[in-house]
């Protein structure tokens, strides 16, 4: 943008609805942007890229990032929505959802139908009213009374 100035700004301080501040951690001072589309650079704030675009490669106190589309398997991600249609943010990384037996930290890390066992991080059956239980095989979403989740 020729002719513009933006002036410096520290991170905690306020830019303007719609601006992020570009600085490279949250005491340093930066320049107010726009957020920015596909490929412009970005942190980790908020509202550094435009909607359905994500921040990659941020290092706080290094260098800027910048703004991405939906993460493929294997690639960065703060959330699931980080994520390429049918994968999950696990420990940052986009993945396939586990399958049934499979490593988990909570139940939308597991394929829809599955729960995460928290006792065992495991991903298991879902147990819904009326379905048999056990104290090896838990409820769901309700009480496991008489052998029958209620």
């Known amino acids: 943008m020729s002719g513009h100035h933006h002036p410096p700004i ?30 412009d650079p970005s942190n980790d704030e908020p509202y550094s890229c435009s909607s359905n675009l994500h921040c990659v490669g941020f290092v ?28 999950v943010c696990v420990d940052e990384l986009c993945v396939a959802p586990s399958g049934l037996g499979q490593l988990c930290h909570a139940s939308r890390d597991c394929t829809p139908g599955l729960v995460c066992d928290s006792d065992e991080l495991v991903c298991v059956q879902a147990r819904y009213p ?14 496991c009374v008489n052998g029958s989740c209620a």
Not at 61 to 66: A, F
């Open 10 to 39: 520290s991170a905690p301080a306020t830019a303007s609805i719609n601006l992020f501040c570009d600085a490279l951690d949250f005491n340093q001072q930066g320049t107010c942007r726009p957020r920015g589309g596909l490929g």
């Open 60 to 87: 706080p106190g290094q260098s800027l990032g910048s703004c991405s589309g939906p993460s493929a398997a294997g690639s960065q991600c703060d959330a699931d929505n980080d994520c390429q249609t049918g994968l």
């Open 130 to 143: 009326g379905d048999p239980c056990s104290d090896t095989e838990p409820c769901s979403f309700s009480r």
